[in-house]
């Protein structure tokens, strides 16, 4: 994911696939991830401690991750049955 090139829907799916439920994290990682703030701003507007905000970040950018890495493989699967 890249900081302030996201849409909201597409935070808001990768958020569903996991526990974070808090919403000042949630509207932290959308200030970060859709508007484009740095981390640490968006920690500080929200309250959170910037350390506990990383390891929220990381979490969401884990599962980017993986479905990136589904998209591959169905992709090549795609591309090798044509």
Do not use: Y
Not at 6 to 26: A, F, G, M
Not at 58 to 81: G, H, N
């Amino acid at each position: 994911m890249i900081q302030g090139m996201e849409t909201e829907q597409r935070v808001d799916l990768l958020l569903s696939l996991t526990n974070v439920r808090s919403e000042s994290q949630i509207s932290a990682l959308k200030r970060h991830f859709v508007d484009g703030l740095n981390a640490s701003a968006c920690a500080a507007f929200e309250g959170i401690p910037e350390s506990n905000f990383q390891r929220v970040i990381d979490r969401v950018q884990e599962v980017d991750a993986k479905i990136e890495q589904i998209k591959d493989l169905d992709w090549a699967r795609f591309k090798s049955e044509k």
